[in-house]
T-cell receptor
Framework: AQKVTQAQTEISVVEKEDVTLDCVYE???????LFWYKQPPSGELVFLIR??????QNEISGRYSWNFQKSTSSFNFTITASQVVDSAVYFC????????????FGGGTRLMVKP | DGGITQSPKYLFRKEGQNVTLSCEQN?????MYWYRQDPGQGLRLIYY???????QKGDIAEGYSVSREKKESFPLTVTSAQKNPTAFYLC??????????????FGPGTRLTVL
């Protein structure tokens, strides 16, 4: 069965600290996609990244970076030099054919960045 | 601008009343979805639709109904049978459900409160 676990329910850091949000997934499929979404206080989910199961290269986008490791079934998200505007709930999600290509979401991690 | 709109942003309902939440998209997407989010929780799927005039129950469909008469519209009705309807409701769409890279785009959400 498909499952996404975000063990950290809440993280609090001080501005300019680096922070890593963990995501562990379970799937029986060999082809799948992983996603990260950001939900700011306004409520709308904002897409951050999509990564397919055949691409294990790390990705960096400005202060954001993602580490995908199939060996540990993890897709972790790091924010470097965090800012107050990074405060939000972050969701990791999985899409695979076993679930009819539906998104399976983790429970989310609330990140609070204090000035 | 292309995107998803939901209205109203805030909705108050008396117990025993049905209420309909609007969701419109101009992205020309085939698939649309409704999620429910409770405080501090992840997203739970209520209904989804792969194509016009077709929709399927998600994980928590009881007490809800939908229609998909037009490609761009997927309204959700919260009926009096829904025992605990107070929640944040998110609508989403994706190009189609038949592909595994099923990136979903989200609307701004409707916060429903039952008085």
């Amino acid at each position: 069965a498909q499952k996404v676990t975000q063990a950290q329910t809440e993280i609090s850091v001080v501005e300019k600290e680096d922070v890593t949000l963990d995501c562990v997934y379970e799937t029986r499929d060999t082809t799948y996609y992983l996603f990260w979404y950001k939900q700011p206080p306004s409520g709308e989910l904002v897409f951050l990244i999509r990564r397919n199961s055949f691409d294990e290269q790390n990705e960096i986008s400005g202060r954001y970076s993602w580490n995908f490791q199939k060996s540990t079934s993890s897709f972790n998200f790091t924010i470097t030099a965090s800012q107050v505007v990074d405060s939000a709930v972050y969701f990791c999600a999985l899409s695979d054919e076993g679930a009819g290509n539906m998104l399976t979401f983790g429970g989310g991690t609330r990140l609070m960045v204090k000035p | 601008d292309g995107g998803i709109t939901q209205s109203p942003k805030y909705l108050f309902r008396k117990e025993g009343q049905n209420v309909t939440l609007s969701c419109e998209q101009n992205l020309n997407h085939d698939a649309m979805y409704w999620y429910r989010q409770d405080p501090g929780q992840g997203l739970r799927l209520i209904y989804y639709s792969q194509i016009v005039n077709d929709f399927q129950k998600g994980d928590i469909a009881e007490g809800y109904s939908v229609s998909r008469e037009k490609k761009e519209s997927f309204p959700l009705t919260v009926t009096s049978a829904q025992k605990n309807p107070t929640a944040f409701y998110l609508c989403a769409s994706s190009i189609q459900l038949a592909v595994v890279y099923n990136e979903q785009f989200f609307g701004p959400g409707t916060r429903l409160t039952v008085l």
